[in-house]
């Protein structure tokens, strides 16, 4: 069996991997873990000026297009 290269496959490609193993514990379990231990979550306060939001909006989307 080989091993498959979870780090290297996109959050999209981690999601259709973990839909189309969603009945394998092992393989469903392990491409979860990586999945989840990303940093692809960002947390605002709901107090949080627009201003600041669309700055922190913005460094997202920068860092998304160099990545």
Request: proline fraction near 3%; glycine fraction near 2%.
């Amino acid at each position: 069996m080989s091993e498959v290269p979870y780090q290297q496959m996109t959050p999209s490609q981690l999601k259709q991997y973990l839909s189309d193993h969603r009945n394998d514990d092992e393989k469903f379990s392990l491409a979860l873990g990586e999945l989840m231990s990303r940093d692809i979550w960002t947390i605002v306060s709901a107090d949080t000026s627009l201003a600041e939001l669309e700055a922190i909006l913005k460094r997202l989307v920068e860092r998304k297009n160099n990545s």
